[in-house]
């Protein structure tokens, strides 16, 4: 751990633009999550509005409506919030068998909208209000990207949670291929069109270049 490492420099050639709704959504965000009960204490909800993760929205997609903007924050709060409760050092964390009961729950919520939530759950409630509304603004290809990409973010919890149970570290190899999943960004990518109010076909979605350059984003985010 003594050897030093540069980091790239990093030329982005897009101009910086957020969007006009930003502070509404950094307020709509953090009244979803309580609404929903997702913080856990007034200090989680301090640190939820001191992270302004509306502001991470605004920045990804300036040009969308604020109701899907409402949407890709609501989405990126849940993800914030799961990882603090259930992920790193919790007690979910090194617990594949908790941990299956849980992601069971979520799967169930993804396939099936509010209807299959468990009101016992509440994360679970959460995520089946964010489905139905990505029914409502997303063609079926599109959620069905979505979709496929937070089952890859489950399974990277199941990763990480066997590694914490052996206390052991994934090899670099193993690493650079889950560590892509286990930071949602994925899920993030495959709203991108939807929060802009438009469809990348599915024939342009699989295309090698769009591919390669989709995942170098997502290796430069996480």
């Not at 040009?63 to 992920?87: G, I, T």
């Not at 603004?137 to 973010?153: C, I, K, L, P």
């Not at 495959?190 to 270049?209: K, N, Q, W």
Request: aromatic fraction near 10%.
């Amino acid at each position: 751990m003594d050897a030093k490492y540069l980091m790239p420099l990093l030329k982005c050639p897009f101009d910086n633009h957020i969007s006009p709704y930003v502070s509404a959504i950094n307020q709509h965000v953090v009244e979803w999550a309580c609404e929903f009960d997702l913080p856990q204490d007034a200090a989680e909800v301090g640190r939820i509005d001191a992270t302004k993760v509306g502001s991470l929205a605004a920045r990804t997609a300036p040009r969308a409506s604020l109701h899907a903007l409402e949407f890709l924050a609501d989405w990126q709060v849940w993800l914030f919030l799961f990882d603090d409760k259930y992920s790193d050092e919790s007690a979910t964390g090194a617990d594949l068998a908790r941990l299956s009961r849980l992601i069971t729950a979520f799967m169930l919520v993804l396939d099936n909208g509010s209807e299959a939530s468990d009101p016992a759950i509440r994360f679970s409630v959460a995520l089946g209000d964010l489905m139905d509304r990505l029914a409502a603004m997303a063609t079926d290809a599109q959620a069905s990207r979505f979709v496929s990409a937070v089952r890859g973010y489950f399974l990277a919890q199941f990763w990480e949670a066997a590694h914490r149970a052996d206390d052991r570290p994934a090899d670099l190899a193993e690493y650079a291929a889950m560590r892509r999943h286990s930071g949602a960004v994925p899920t993030c990518m495959a709203l991108i069109d939807v929060a802009d109010g438009f469809e990348l076909s599915t024939a342009d979605h699989c295309r090698p270049d769009v591919r390669a350059v989709t995942d170098i984003a997502v290796n430069v985010t996480c």
